[in-house]
């Protein structure tokens, strides 16, 4: 079993930034795939990057604005939020693949203003 807890949502402006935080528990390591993904309102998850054995890789769509990052000393990964756009108007989630299963957060809520 692994919890993730998401944080750092809220209120940003467009063309502003914030900073998302993960912090995992449980059943984890560095060998365990990480991802970002967000959800903007439709019944899908749109994947945002994954983060595995120190290398990350994004979705094309996300044009280099945002950038993962992960601590495994403290099983956290960051979203750094650039250049935010009304349309990243989403709940973001992360999730973790251990033992074969996809665990994911709550989910943290953006909302970028234009």
């Known amino acids: 079993q692994v919890q993730l807890v998401e944080s750092g949502g809220g209120l940003a402006q467009a063309g502003g930034s914030l900073r998302l935080s993960c912090v995992g528990s449980?059943?984890?390591?560095?060998?365990?795939?990480m991802g970002w993904h967000r959800q903007r309102g439709g019944p899908e998850r749109e994947l945002i990057g994954l983060?595995?054995?120190?290398?990350?890789t994004y979705n094309p769509s996300i044009e280099g604005r945002f950038t993962i990052s992960r601590d495994d000393a403290k099983n956290t990964v960051h979203l750094q939020l650039d250049s935010l756009r009304p349309e990243d108007t989403a709940v973001y989630y992360c999730?973790?693949?251990?033992?074969?299963?996809?665990?994911w957060g709550q989910g943290t809520q953006v909302t970028v203003s234009s």
């Open positions: 449980g059943a984890m390591s560095a060998t365990n795939p």
């Open positions: 983060t595995s054995y120190g290398v990350t």
């Open positions: 999730s973790i693949v251990s033992f074969m299963q996809r665990y």
